[in-house]
């Protein structure tokens, strides 16, 4: 009996589909015929080496070529073997050099005495077992097309890009001059923040200006990763905050909304910021909040609370910035007293397994006046009905901007 499959590429057929192929023709010559199929894919992998498949598949060669049989090295490392007029010791001669080969293998051991979710090998006899073993072709056959579609498509995806090296004192000082002398404002970005009730209609309130590092990453150093050292990321950050401060009056004479603005401790305590604000109140009268990192605040309680007070009195509103579900239950939030408090949705907020923490965290939510929160990093449906679910109204992300651009389109 010939097996002639063609591949509809015209490539050379898989093992796989020569195996479903030969079973199926094996519906009419079933008398005298028995298969195994050897799991040599379940072995360990320092078990699974070519010359370790090779060998075992030769070993039943003798009897395929005195047994009309047929012997398939499936792609996965697996052997399935059929042949006629054997008796079944025959068989079970080499299947038991097989498991000495293998022998300090988990699959042999463990699997003869119940303890692996795998057989060594599965027999048939084919006069009675024939629709088991063709519906194994068939599963055989479909997990590697499956496998190959994998790789197909692993191939044609762009590879990953190359790991950026770290920022250093070394590659910041080749981009210090350039920062001190930029001009931000094509690296600067606006981002909403949006009231959205629950049940209700979408409109901003508001924009968050900052200036992007990715932005000056591949305009400056696009191999260097800004973010990898902290202490060199924050006086990265206070020479950008100065430089922001120069373009400000002007960018904020022509936006109507509210802007929200990240900026230091030790850069709104500076004799620029008060100079530049000066010069803010001249071009516009509109609200500013000024974002101030949870952690930035608790490194110097005394300084935030000086500057805190210090921007309400110049009409500024304060918003902590960085929060999360792991720490916003553990920052003394009475003592802060910001306007905000600025959230970022993440994994730890959509946990709903009951703990302590998630208590805590759930308490300190409900003991906030909604108004007050902002939810950010909402880029999915998940974010904003975890929002909704605990009163929050105000958000930002991809997924509120998407139903903003859903509401200029329907306008």
């Known amino acids: 009996m010939q097996t002639r499959v063609a591949k509809p590429d015209g490539g050379l057929p898989s093992s796989e589909a020569l195996l479903l192929d030969y079973a199926e023709r094996l519906a009419k010559y079933l008398p005298g015929r028995r298969a195994v199929h050897v799991h040599l894919s379940k072995l360990l992998a320092v078990n699974r080496r070519e010359h370790h498949l090779r060998m075992a598949a030769s070993a039943f060669d003798p009897l395929v070529r005195r047994a009309q049989g047929q012997n398939f090295r499936l792609s996965n490392g697996d052997i399935v073997v059929v042949v006629k007029d054997v008796p079944v010791a025959e068989i079970d001669d080499v299947v038991l050099r097989l498991r000495y080969m293998f022998g300090d293998d988990p699959l042999v051991h463990a699997a003869d005495e119940g303890k692996h979710p795998y057989k060594f090998c599965d027999w048939y006899d084919l006069e009675v077992q024939y629709p088991s073993f063709l519906a194994k072709a068939q599963v055989l056959n479909r997990h590697s097309q499956e496998r190959k579609e994998a790789e197909r498509v692993a191939a044609l995806a762009p590879p990953a890009p190359a790991p950026k090296t770290p920022l250093d004192p ?104 008060v100079a530049v604000d000066d010069k803010l109140r001249v071009a516009t ?127």
Not at 344 to 351: C, P
């Open 170 to 273: 070394a590659r910041l000082s080749k981009l210090d001059p350039f920062v001190a002398t930029a001009d931000v404002r094509p690296l600067s970005r606006r981002r909403a923040i949006v009231e959205l009730p629950a049940n209700g209609s979408v409109k901003p309130v508001a924009t968050e200006l900052f200036v992007s590092l990715d932005l000056l990453g591949q305009r400056t150093l696009p191999d260097v990763d800004l973010r990898a050292d902290r202490a060199l990321l924050t006086y990265l950050s206070q020479q950008l905050d100065r430089r922001l401060l120069t373009v400000l009056p002007e960018a904020e004479a022509t936006v109507p909304l509210p802007s929200w603005l990240r900026f230091s401790l030790k850069t709104l305590m500076s004799p620029d910021f």
């Open 285 to 411: 009268r509109k609200s500013m909040v000024a974002l101030i990192r949870w952690d930035d605040a608790l490194a110097d309680v005394t300084s935030y609370l000086f500057v805190r007070d210090f921007l309400k009195a110049r009409q500024w509103q304060v918003a902590l910035d960085g929060l999360s579900a792991a720490n916003f239950a553990l920052i003394d939030r009475e003592t802060l007293e910001p306007d905000f408090f600025k959230l970022d949705w993440d994994a730890n907020a959509a946990d709903a397994t009951p703990s302590k923490r998630r208590a805590a965290f759930l308490d300190a939510l409900e003991s906030t006046a909604p108004g007050r929160l902002v939810l950010a990093e909402c880029h999915g449906p998940d974010a904003l009905a975890f929002g909704h679910s605990v009163g929050i109204s105000l958000f930002q992300g991809k997924a509120a901007d998407s139903l903003l651009q859903a509401r200029a389109s329907a306008a």
